[in-house]
Each structure stands twice: as C-alpha cells, then as structure tokens.
C-alpha cells in the first residue's frame, strides 16, 4: 500500500508529477491515516457495497475506500489528476473514474453503467467545499440508489444539515436535508490535516436516506420552493416572509389558524412535519 494520504507520499506526488494546487477546485489533500480510516468506518462500507466518490484527489481516501469495498466509481473535475489517479490505481480492478463535473452528469445512468443492479451503494468524499450544497441537494433529488452519505465538509455547513428546531443554524437546507435523510455529525475534522491547510475546521456527516419519507408531499417542487420562501429573512415571521414572496396573506393566516400553528411564528420554529403540512394544504388552496 503506497498511503497516498500521509504527508510525505502526497508532498512527493505533488513534487514528481510537478502538480499545482488549484484553489477554484477547492483542492485540499488530506495528510492523516487516521482520519482516513476513521472517515471510511462512520461509512461502514464493507466488501458488498459499492461507493461513489466525489473529487478525489489525488486518491488518498480512495485508497482506503478501494481496500474495504467492491467498486468505487470516483468523479474528478482536474483532468490533471486523471493520470495521476490512473497511474496511482493501476492495478485495482474495482476503481472506476470519470472525469467529469458531478454537477453535470445523470447519475443514475453512471450508476447503472457501473453498478448494475447493486443494491448497497454509498456516497463517501472529502467534498469541494465551495460547491457541498449544490452536490448533496443534486443528488437526493435525482436518486434514490445511493443510500447513505459519509461526507466532508465545512463545519458551518455540516452543523446546518444536522440542526434542529429553535437552533440557530436551522434553516431550509437543514428541512430539505432531513425531508430526505437522517443527518447526524460523526466526526470533528481539525484543518490541520490538509494540504494546504483551510481556514476553517470541517466535520464529516453522514446521511442516511429514507426508501420513503416519513412524512408525504404532495408536491415537492412547491415543497421546495416553499422552504426556500419560509427561510428568505429570518428575522420575519412566516406570515411575513411568505406574503414578501408573493403568497396571499389570507390564505396562509387561514391554513396556520387550520393546523393550529401561531400565526406570529417564525419559520426556525416549525417542524419537517409542520412544513409538510403546510405545503401540502397551501398547494390546495393557491
């Protein structure tokens, strides 16, 4: 095993293939074993699950995910690591890559084309931090083969996933996360254990997706947009945000007083299953 992910190995790959970091990939190579390792258990993937991962590197956790489980399928956007990663990963017969943008691609053909009809597949990455959002809210509104995600990424970001009700980082990527998937953080990241060193600390999450929600939307384009409008100002009521969005003040005091919910709430009050509600009965209405 070469350990791509300590310091020396990655300091001499970046020094032989006369590799430059480039920060608008948000490029930032793990250097510890251990959180290595410690990343691929919360994933709890074994020699039955297939992994998709996202951004590579220069393969540090590829390494890792390579030796635990049956395939990885690993989307890279640098077409300058493609040979390096080619090069790294030679003699696996399980290691898929494509270089491609993950923002770009059908994922369900991609899984179907390496995948087959596998049934355990995992999403694991050391995520680029300036685009986690736009790659987790892609992927759980296109699939629903890929059923858990262990992912890095900033601890800010990670907090909003996981948080709760009448918790400061509660908002609507926290409701549209949780709509779709359990979010718990599983492990503090320091940011000294990159290469270069971020400046922030990160956290890795994991997602677990439900094979059907708990609570049913009728419509979840509405759905979605109406989280976004809940959330627009968060220092106004619900009333108010909507009504600013463009919803009829009337008709969303009627549905509050309906579901017996105050009608001076604010939207970090509310429950997934209160927005669920509310969705539901506005679309009937509107």
């Known amino acids: 095993m070469k350990r791509i992910g300590s310091e020396k190995e990655t300091s001499k790959i970046l020094q032989e293939k006369d590799f430059h970091i480039k920060k608008f990939f948000g490029q930032n190579f793990i250097i510890d074993q251990n959180v290595l390792a410690n990343i691929v258990d919360a994933s709890e993937v074994d020699n039955e699950t297939c992994v998709i991962e996202i951004g590579p590197g220069l393969g540090s956790l590829t390494e890792h995910l390579l030796n635990r489980s049956k395939?990885?399928?690993?989307?890279?956007?640098?077409?300058?690591?493609?040979?390096?990663?080619?090069?790294?990963?030679?003699?696996?017969?399980?290691?898929?890559?494509?270089?491609?943008?993950?923002?770009?691609?059908?994922?369900?053909?991609?899984?179907?084309?390496?995948?087959?009809?596998?049934?355990?597949?995992?999403?694991?990455?050391?995520?680029?931090?300036?685009?986690?959002?736009?790659?987790?809210?892609?992927?759980?509104?296109?699939?629903?083969?890929?059923?858990?995600?262990?992912?890095?990424?900033?601890?800010?970001?990670a907090n909003r996933l996981c948080s709760k009700p009448d918790v400061k980082d509660y908002n609507a990527l926290s409701v549209c996360i949780q709509y779709r998937a359990k979010a718990k953080k599983v492990l503090p990241i320091s940011r000294h254990i990159f290469v270069p060193k971020p400046n922030v600390d990160s956290a890795v999450i994991r997602l677990d997706t439900y094979d059907k929600p708990p609570y049913q939307v009728t419509d979840e384009t509405f759905f979605f947009k109406f989280i976004r409008d809940a959330f627009s100002q968060r220092r106004k009521t619900l009333v108010n945000n909507l009504k600013s969005t463009g919803y009829n003040k009337d008709i969303v005091l009627k549905v509050l007083e309906e579901l017996d919910i105050n009608v001076s709430i604010r939207s970090e009050a509310l429950t997934i299953e209160d927005f669920v509600k509310l969705s539901n009965r506005l679309k009937e209405l509107l």
């Open 71 to 157: 395939k990885v399928l690993a989307f890279e956007i640098d077409k300058d690591l493609i040979p390096i990663l080619e090069e790294n990963f030679a003699t696996y017969d399980n290691f898929f890559l494509v270089n491609k943008d993950i923002l770009e691609v059908n994922i369900n053909e991609y899984i179907d084309k390496y995948f087959g009809a596998a049934t355990k597949i995992a999403l694991v990455a050391n995520l680029p931090y300036y685009i986690t959002t736009p790659i987790i809210l892609k992927l759980l509104s296109e699939t629903n083969r890929i059923k858990s995600y262990t992912m890095m990424m900033q601890d800010e970001v």
